[in-house]
Every structure is written in C-alpha cells, then in structure tokens.
C-alpha cells in the first residue's frame, strides 16, 4: 500500500528549541535530502537566527560530516564547543578544562553534556580526517572528562584502537 503523505518526516531536537529555529531545522532536514546546498543553507540561517541554540552547531557538524566535509564539520564542532563553553562559564580549550577539572561539573547540565558530546564528535571527525594522534589526545582527556562515559565516547575510543592494530 502507498503511503499516504499524511505524515511528516520530523526530527526532534532539544525540547526547548525556539519555534523559529525549529522551523528552520525541520526545513533543512528536509532539503538536505534533496538539495544539499539549501540544506547547508538553512541549517546557518538556523544557527544565525539563534547563535546560542545549541542544536543548531549539533545538525550542522552533523550535515558536514555525513557529506564528508570533515574540515567544515570539525570547525562547526569547534563553534559548538566554545558556544557551550560560554554558555557554561568553563574553559573551551579541552586541555585546560582536563587541568581544571576539579572545578568544574561536567555533569551539572545539557550544556555541559553537549560539550561533551561535541567534544566526542571533534575526535571522530579527527579520526575520520587522518588525524589519529589528535584523535587518541581527546579521547584521553575524554576519557578524564566523562569518567562515566555518559556520551558514549568508548565506543570511538574502542574504535581507535581497532584501527592501531590494523
């Protein structure tokens, strides 16, 4: 039986997603299918509509990474980061967070978790990128950062390993 149209393919983001931005993601999700360039383009004005929406450096390094866009991807995760940062009044530079840690609690909260969560995607698009080193240096300080490993960043870390000893 053929579909009918009466639903709407939808993604869910952060239940506190201004309506606006919302709409423009829901729009860029869609075209991205179609059209990658009204993707992209939408997913910015997204992200320019609302700068302190974290979602929106979450779709976008996930668009760049998808199209294999690793430089733009690692950057707009790079953005994320020290957007989270300031929202979260810590340090963006995970080397100094990792030597502070002590006064931070990267479980207090989504920003912090999104940080996180960035931070592991940043390590992924390295090893995607051929920076394995850069790689294996963030997963580490991960690996201090989320010694629960809420964001799942094992798996990357498992991954890695994988990869040195082919």
């Not at 919302?22 to 860029?28: D, F, P, V």
């Not at 992209?40 to 996930?62: Q, W």
């Not at 390295?126 to 963030?138: E, H, P, T, V």
Request: net charge negative; proline share 2%; charged share 25%.
């Amino acid at each position: 039986m053929a579909g009918t149209g009466l639903f709407e393919e939808r993604v869910v983001f952060s239940p506190n997603i201004p309506t606006a931005v919302n709409a423009l993601m829901q729009a860029a999700v869609a075209a991205s299918h179609r059209d990658a360039v009204e993707g992209e383009r939408l997913f910015i004005e997204a992200r320019r509509l609302d700068g302190h929406c974290l979602d929106t450096y979450f779709a976008l390094y996930k668009f760049y990474f998808y199209r294999a866009r690793l430089a733009d991807a690692e950057q707009a995760a790079m953005a994320g980061l020290e957007e989270a940062a300031r929202q979260g009044r810590f340090p963006a530079d995970y080397k100094r967070l990792l030597r502070e840690k002590d006064k931070w609690n990267l479980y207090a909260n989504g920003i912090t978790h999104f940080y996180l969560y960035s931070l592991k995607a940043l390590a992924f698009i390295k090893m995607r990128s051929g920076k394995a080193l850069q790689a294996r240096i963030i997963l580490s300080a991960i690996g201090e950062l989320d010694p629960e490993d809420r964001t799942g960043a094992s798996v990357i870390a498992d991954l890695a390993a994988a990869l040195d000893e082919d």
